[in-house]
T-cell receptor, first 115, second 114 residues
Framework: GAGVSQSPSNKVTEKGKDVELRCDPI?????LYWYRQSLGQGLEFLIY????????KSGLPSDRFSAERTGGSVSTLTIQRTQQEDSAVYLC?????????????FGDGTRLSIL | AQSVTQLDSHVSVSEGTPVLLRCNYS??????LFWYVQHPNKGLQLLLK??????LVKGINGFEAEFKKSETSFHLTKPSAHMSDAAEYFC????????????FGTGTRLLVSP
């Protein structure tokens, strides 16, 4: 079956612009996660959705970052007024449920470059 | 709080020789442990997981890992390396109470030479 789908695969934008990153999870997966992978920081958790609500958004680095999920499916991560330090690969993952040991399945990521 | 330490940033092996990627964990709870692999420009693929059942866990592509509580280790092994195994490997820990986010190690890059 289809895996986690992320778009765009690459995004280059100028500093100060807003960007939207999209994640389409595996069908039937109620839990969705966003991570950021950057040089020097490794993989960092950003936010977790269970259905449409976000019980844990502790990893969002600043108020320029926000995410939403609608219909218990697609999620959008929005970064406003981008800065160069936002350059990273943004990974999305989904799992059957969040509070169990179900493994998380990852998309290929969006590589974001801020000029 | 949970954490993992991957002891080697790079490991180099020859094709056909054994692979050992080391991981030590720290957890207040009985943890779930995972190994993920990432090939260039790709997302992370689950290799195997430990969730308090058998301590020796077999994964995909001939990889396996052994959970050793006394040593707080979860090392990844493979008897014979293949060129296609060259990638970045992440040891990951997750707590078993409520929602616990995945906590990733810093990764080990496996290099396989012919």
């Amino acid at each position: 079956g289809a895996g986690v789908s992320q778009s765009p695969s690459n995004k280059v934008t100028e500093k100060g612009k807003d960007v939207e990153l999209r994640c389409d999870p595996i069908s039937g997966h109620t839990a969705l996660y966003w991570y950021r992978q950057s040089l020097g920081q490794g993989l960092e958790f950003l936010i977790y959705f269970q259905g449409n609500s976000a019980p844990d958004k502790s990893g969002l680095p600043s108020d320029r970052f926000s995410a939403e999920r609608t219909g218990g499916s697609v999620s959008t991560l929005t970064i406003q007024r981008t800065q160069q330090e936002d350059s990273a690969v943004y990974l999305c993952a989904s799992s059957l449920a969040g509070q169990t040991n179900q493994p998380q399945h990852f998309g290929d990521g969006t590589r974001l470059s801020i000029l | 709080a949970q954490s993992v330490t991957q002891l080697d940033s790079h490991v180099s092996v020859s094709e056909g020789t054994p692979v050992l990627l080391r991981c030590n964990y720290s957890s207040s709870y009985s943890p779930s442990l995972f190994w993920y692999v990432q090939h260039p420009n790709k997302g992370l693929q689950l290799l195997l997981k430990y969730t308090s059942a058998a301590t020796l866990v077999k994964g995909i592509n001939g990889f396996e890992a052994e959970f050793k509580k006394s040593e707080t280790s979860f090392h990844l092994t493979k008897p014979s390396a293949h060129m296609s195994d060259a990638a970045e490997y992440f040891c990951v820990v997750k707590g078993n109470t409520g929602f616990q986010k995945l906590v990733f190690g810093t990764g080990t890059r496996l290099l396989v030479s012919p």
